[in-house]
């Protein structure tokens, strides 16, 4: 089965609307997206969230109601399959009949590649080098980033990989790569992707990562942890209304009102949270899963590091002695958990060292749903990021 595939240019989406005599529905994935689509669709109707704010997105069991919500979908938004690739069989086949649009191929969208091994290296933000417009990558088919960076497209099965002779040359970890293509020439079929509770046995990867720039990921060639950018999230403001207006003419002066006042909330958040920010842009600092990197391409920041990959599976010993290292060599201010995963791992690296230690949250797990989420998660994390050590 097929589902239809919707052009992201904003003028084609318009002129392609058919009308509805009922507000669409509309089911998303994550919460932050959710509340984007909600701030569009505020005084018409209430998108559908598919994943629980609560859970990791990198991997899910629908419940019954979750798949009724993609199956009754008229519209689809979503990161797309970088980030859940369990999920594009769900779309698919339960919403084949859906306009689906992947807000990291759309048009306007800052699409940033991984970054590579557990350390980070202080960069310039903004640098052409890391980052560009990638939209129209609808089914983000990245071939040729693939075969330049040399890493393909492997599932996750991870077996007893105990590489730690090479671990000094470095963790690179281009996390969240679909590795169909070099599966057969690693030797590696890896299956399932996720963290602690996704049954891994002893994940050290470092001999594949040496030869491969990256851990053994299956997402794709571009970090899908892009809700992260208030740029980005402005850019698809217009975009969701353009969905929604072909969908429900009608509605259309009030969704496309609605994403022009969002634009202009997200543009304060935006000075607001550069202010909160400024003071501490050379803040040493390490997260828990590499998925900040546009949040600090926005705000000028260098996170030091990171303990687990981009899609939270569980680190080697090697990375978090490496991880380690670096907290207790550098001075390293701050190490911040995330509310999803396993606390265990932050006690690991912080002991023996005087890093300081909070709880960001990139998903909103404890906020809210609605058109106040977003804006809130990017404040809090702010905050949280500012007073951390």
Known sequence: MSRMRVSLSVGAMLMGGTAMADVPNVAVDIAPVHSLVARVMEGVGEPELVIPAGASPHEYNLRPSEARALQEADLVFWIGEGLTPWMEDAVETLAEGAAVTELLGAEGTVA???????????????????????????????EEHAEEDGHGD????????????????????????????????????????????????????????????????????????????????????????????????????????????????????????????????????IVFHDAYQYFENDFGLSAAGAISLGDATDPSPARL???????????????????????GLIETVLDGTEAGTAVIDPIGAELALGATLYPQLIHNMATTLAECG
Do not use: M
């Open 154 to 285: 492997h599932d996750h099965d991870h077996e007893e990989h105990d590489h730690e002779e090479h671990a000094e040359d470095g963790d690179h970890d281009h996390e969240e790569h679909e590795h169909e293509e070099h599966g057969e020439e690693d030797g590696h079929e890896h299956e399932e992707h996720g963290h602690d509770e996704h049954g891994h046995e002893d994940h050290d990867h470092e001999e594949h990562a040496d030869a491969h720039g990256h851990e053994g990921h299956d997402h794709g060639a571009f970090d899908p942890h892009a809700w992260l950018s208030p740029q980005n999230a402005s850019a698809w403001l217009p975009i969701i209304a353009a969905q929604l207006s072909a969908a429900d003419p009608e509605n259309a002066s009030t969704y496309f009102a609605n994403a022009v006042e969002g634009q202009a909330e997200l543009a304060a958040l935006i000075a607001d949270v550069s202010g909160i920010l400024e003071p501490v842009q050379d803040k040493q600092f």
């Open 112 to 142: 940033l590649e991984f970054r590579e091994g557990a350390l980070f290296e202080a960069h310039v933000h903004g640098d052409e080098d890391d980052q560009g417009d990638h939209g129209d990558h609808e089914d983000h088919d990245h």
């Open 321 to 343: 002695a490496e991880i380690q290292g670096r907290i207790r060599d550098e001075g390293i201010d701050c190490v911040l958990a995330e509310p999803q995963f396993n606390p």
